[in-house]
């Protein structure tokens, strides 16, 4: 059970189980983790999946399952994503709009990665509120910004290496496993992503600042659930402790 009771005010006591704040919430809840490249925001989803129990919708994974199966969207994106640029808007906004119709979403979801253009936020609100009309109750958004320095970013991606099987996210700095190369769970060698090389991480960089951080004006003007955490100096798991101190009242806003 969560730890609201007690003499601390419930702000100042984050929950210990986040079930309890999905649960309470007057409304489903759309969590959009803001950030660039490298700001962590994979490693974030992956703890509030499990601290929540609401499912993680990422759409770079999405689009690197349809490439691994070599279907027909697979085939057409396959070499914008290896170039670090940008799917179509449309594309995206489908298959976010057909994934959060799914049953495992009706009290909430994270979304990793989307929006990322100004015509996918728009597409996003307008989607969450017809969501609600069909369904009763329109989701809410939280937003949640990782705010990472440039300089780090690049440090951070080019130690970047993800389990192929299992999809676990490590870094040579801040999170090795703990043998070299080889996932913690399941022993895979681990890989280094296509889009992770430094001259794709430049570009997509460059792409994020010219397409991408504009929208956090579009959330503080249309949203005023939005919290900013400073991802660059801690570790994963001190980062995450800010977001599920702040993430209850946000909730409750
Ligand atoms: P990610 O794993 O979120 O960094 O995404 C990897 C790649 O997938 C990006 O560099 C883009 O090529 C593509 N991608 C992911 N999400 C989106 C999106 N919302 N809009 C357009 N392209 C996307």
Same mark, same amino acid.
């Given at each position: 059970?969560?730890a609201?009771a007690g003499p601390k005010? /419930? ?11 999905? =649960? ?6 759309? #969590? ?11 490693? $974030? ?10 499912? $993680? #919708? ?41 994934? #959060? ?24 609100? =307008? ?12 989701? =809410? ?11 780090? #970013? ?66 503080? /003007? ?32």
């Open positions: 059970m969560g609201k005010p /419930a702000s100042a006591v984050a929950p210990l189980d986040g079930t309890d704040v999905v =649960r309470d919430a007057e409304k489903a809840i759309a #969590i959009i983790l803001f950030g660039s490249p490298g700001s962590g925001k994979g490693t $974030q989803s992956k703890y509030l999946v499990e601290w929540l129990g609401i499912p $993680q #919708i990422s759409t770079g994974d999405m689009l690197r399952e349809h490439i691994r199966r070599g279907d027909a969207i697979g085939l057409a994106i396959a070499d914008q994503l290896r170039a670090g640029s940008l799917v179509s808007d449309e594309l995206v906004n489908q298959l976010v709009f057909e994934r #959060i119709s799914e049953p495992d979403c009706s009290r909430g979801f994270i979304l990793d990665g989307y929006p990322r253009t100004l015509a996918q936020a728009e597409e996003m609100m =307008r989607l969450l509120a017809e969501r609600g009309s069909s369904a009763g109750k329109s989701p =809410r958004e939280l937003v949640i910004h990782l705010v990472v320095d440039y300089n780090v #970013i690049i440090s951070r991606m080019s130690g970047r290496r993800v389990c192929p099987k299992c999809g676990t996210l490590y870094n040579s700095v801040s999170r090795p496993p703990k043998v070299e190369g080889i996932c913690d769970l399941d022993g895979s060698t681990l890989a280094v992503r296509d889009d992770d090389r430094e001259e794709v991480v430049r570009q997509r960089l460059a792409q994020y600042e010219r397409q991408t951080r504009p929208l956090i004006e579009f959330f503080r /003007a249309t949203s005023d659930r939005l919290i900013e955490v400073d991802a660059s100096r801690e570790k994963p798991e001190a980062v995450f402790e800010r977001i599920k101190s702040e993430l209850p009242d946000l909730v409750r806003k």
